[in-house]
C-alpha cells in the first residue's frame, strides 16, 4: 500500500497546484475536494483561505526556484549558469502546463502587496534575483546590481509573454539573455 | 445638473476600474453596486460576467495604450519616442493607483488564453510591440523584431517588479531600456 500524506500536506499540495494552474481565486470547496479533505479540517489546520496561499507557496515555492537552477556543484561557468534560468524559461514556457511564474501570478492576482502571500512571493522572487547579481559579481559586470536587476525583468517580462501568447518563447528570452550579457562583456 | 451615463457605459467603468484596482476577481454583486446598475439589467446587456471583463479591456484599453504613447504629431526622434513609453512607466510606478499593465493582469488572472478577455488583452500588448517595432525600424535597428521583442519584455517585466516590491522603479526601467538602444546603437 502507498502511504497516504497527512492532510496538511495535501492541502499545501493541492493548492500549490491548483492555484498553479488556475488562479488563487479557486475557492475553498474545490481545494478541499482536490486535497480530499474537509472543509471543517482545512478551518482546523489554517485560519483562512489567504494563509493556505501563503503556507502553499512558502512549502512548494523553493522547488520551482531551484527547478531553474543548475545543481550546485555542476561544473559551468558563471555566464552558464545565468543562461541556464532563461534555457530552463525557454523549455517550460512550451508546456501546457506552464502559467507563467507562480510568484508574480500570486502578486498579480492578490492586487495587495501586503498580504501574507504576497511577501512570500516577493521572497522567492528576491532569490531569483540575488542568483543573478552573485553570477554578474564573478563576471565582473561594471553594475552587477543593475545586471541582475535586468535579468529579473526580462525573466518576468518572458514569462509574461509566454503566458499572453499561450505559446513557447521559441528562443527569444534566451537570446535576449545572451544579448544582455553581451552587451557588458569588457570586449564590446 | 450633471448628465449621468447610461448603464451600459457606467458597467463598463466600473470594470474597467475595479478589476485594475482589485482583480477581475471581483464578484458581480460588487461591481453592481459600484456602477449604480441592478444585477438584473447587468444580465440584460451582457450575458456573463467574462463578457464584462473583455467588453471593458476593450472598451477601455485604447485610453490605457495611449496614454504610454507621446502625441503622434509631437518633435521627437524615433528613440525618445521609445524611451517616453518606459518615462510614463516610472512615474505610473510610484503611484498608489499602479497596479501593473491591464493586459498582463487580465491574461495572468484569468489562466485561459482562449477567453474572450485574454484575447483583447494580448491584442493591446500587441499594439505597444507594433509601436516599439515601427521606430525600432526608423532606427535602424539590425533585427527591429528582437528589439521590440526585448523592448515589450522590458516593459512587462518592469511592471511586474513595481507591483511586486510596491515600489516606484525608481529609473531602473528607463536605464534598461536606455542601454537596450545602446547596445544596438551603430556607433558601439
Known amino acids: ?18 492555484f498553479y494552474a488556475e488562479g488563487s481565486a479557486v475557492g475553498v470547496e474545490r481545494l478541499c475536494k482536490a486535497a480530499g479533505v474537509s472543509k471543517r479540517s ?18 512548494h515555492g523553493p522547488a520551482t526556484v531551484a527547478g531553474y537552477f543548475p545543481p550546485p556543484d555542476a561544473a559551468m561557468l558563471p555566464r552558464d549558469r545565468i543562461l541556464h534560468v532563461f534555457a530552463r524559461l525557454e523549455e517550460q514556457s512550451g508546456r501546457p502546463s506552464f502559467h507563467g511564474c507562480p510568484f508574480v501570478n500570486t502578486a498579480v492576482e492578490l492586487h495587495d502587496a501586503s498580504h501574507e502571500a504576497s511577501r512570500v512571493a516577493l521572497r522567492f522572487k528576491e532569490q531569483l534575483e540575488s542568483y543573478f547579481l552573485r553570477h554578474a559579481e564573478i563576471l565582473g559586470a561594471p ?7 535586468q535579468l529579473t525583468m526580462l525573466f518576468d ?3 509574461v509573454r509566454a503566458v499572453m501568447r499561450a505559446e513557447s518563447l521559441g528562443g527569444t528570452a534566451f537570446r535576449a539573455a545572451t544579448h544582455l550579457l553581451d552587451s557588458f562583456a569588457p570586449d564590446r
Do not use: C, N, W
Open 143 to 149: 553594475d552587477p546590481a543593475f545586471l541582475a536587476a
Open 42 to 59: 482545512m478551518y482546523q489546520l489554517f485560519d483562512s483561505k489567504d494563509k493556505v496561499i501563503a503556507e502553499s507557496l512558502r512549502v
Open 1 to 18: 500500500m502507498t502511504s497516504i500524506a497527512p492532510p496538511r500536506e495535501r492541502l499545501l499540495r493541492a493548492a500549490a497546484e491548483l
Open 157 to 159: 517580462g518572458a514569462a
